[in-house]
Each structure stands twice: as C-alpha cells, then as structure tokens.
Nanobody
Framework: QVQLVESGGGLVEPGGSLRLSCAASGSIFDISAMDWYRRAPGKQRELVATITTGGYTNYADSVKGRFTISRDNAKNTVYLQMDSLKPEDTAVYYC?????????WGQGTQVTVSS
C-alpha cells in the first residue's frame, strides 16, 4: 500500500505563490509516475501536472509557465511550485501515484486564491 500526504495549501492573493508537497510512504518501489490533480467547485477533476520516474514532466495548458512539478527522491516527495496564481486556480489539489494498474490518492489540500 502507498500513503500520500499533501501539504502546503492555503489562502494567497492573486499573483502570489504557493508550494505544495506530497510525501509518499509505504510500498513505493514501483511507482511509475506521480500527478497533481485539482477539483474546483462545480467542475470536473483536472490533471494539472505529471512527473515520471524518468523525469518527464507535463502540464495542463492552463498552468504552463506558472506551475513547476519536481521531486526529491531522497525524501520520497513531489512538489508543485505554483507562481502567478489566479483566482481560477482555486481548488482542492490532490496528489496521486500510479503503480501498475492502480492509482493511489492523497487526501487533498485546499488552495484559495483571493484578495
């Protein structure tokens, strides 16, 4: 089993920055990729960013140039650096880990962008 714990969410003004963290523990030896998703009120879940074990990264068009996904293998942690935040980035952000045919999920962390 894999456990994922997100942190770093909060309230920030438009144009501000936040860094989300996702700490993985448990049976993490064959995770192929980790993703950040978000779900805004009244909207469907959206894939925000991906990082694979090979270091490949991919981003949703809505966050390209503003968000950066990275990882620290020594700490088993994936980060999402979010800059130039907009009110439309307000959502619950979830970390997920792909392991074979299964996807593990964290509990989510709220990000609110408002003045």
């Amino acid at each position: 089993q894999v456990q994922l714990v997100e942190s770093g969410g909060g309230l920030v003004e438009p144009g501000g920055s936040l860094r989300l963290s996702c700490a993985a523990s448990g049976s993490i030896f064959d995770i192929s990729a980790m993703d950040w998703y978000r779900r805004a009120p009244g909207k469907q879940r959206e894939l925000v960013a991906t990082i694979t074990t090979g270091g490949y990264t991919n981003y949703a068009d809505s966050v390209k140039g503003r968000f950066t996904i990275s990882r620290d293998n020594a700490k088993n942690t994936v980060y999402l650096q979010m800059d130039s935040l907009k009110p439309e980035d307000t959502a619950v952000y979830y970390c997920s880990a792909r392991q074979g045919l299964y996807t593990h999920w964290g509990q989510g962390t709220q990000v609110t962008v408002s003045s």
